[in-house]
Nanobody
Framework: VQLVESGGGQVQPGGSLRLSCQIA????????MAWYRQAPGNQRDLVAS???????NYADSVKGRFTISRDNAENTVYLQMNSLRPEDTAVYYC?????????WGRGTQVTVSS
């Protein structure tokens, strides 16, 4: 199983980025999908998740700024990030979870800096 993340990069404060994560060889629609992030020296924290039924959950720090969505036909999960702040700088990881399965992507760097 391979999770392929894309969309990271460098952006100025207040800017936007859209992360994508495409997963092959799983029955995607059954999986809980999530984005985590890890800044240097910090633990890996949940940013947002979306269940198989579309229920969304967000970290307090990103509520109202980030939106997670999924396309079951494309086996893809997205994270739209608006009003980005320097404290959003981190490596962002895609996660897929169902029953005993727990898969991680390699991460994509997001840097918010002027």
């Amino acid at each position: 199983v391979q999770l392929v993340e894309s969309g990271g990069g460098q952006v100025q404060p207040g800017g936007s980025l859209r992360l994508s994560c495409q997963i092959a060889r799983i029955n995607f629609r059954f999986y809980l999908m999530a984005w985590y992030r890890q800044a240097p020296g910090n633990q890996r924290d949940l940013v947002a998740s979306i269940s198989s039924t579309g229920t969304r959950n967000y970290a307090d720090s990103v509520k109202g700024r980030f939106t997670i969505s999924r396309d079951n036909a494309e086996n893809t999960v997205y994270l739209q990030m608006n009003s980005l702040r320097p404290e959003d700088t981190a490596v962002y990881y895609c996660n897929a979870r169902f029953s005993h399965d727990n898969y991680w992507g390699r991460g994509t760097q997001v840097t918010v800096s002027s």
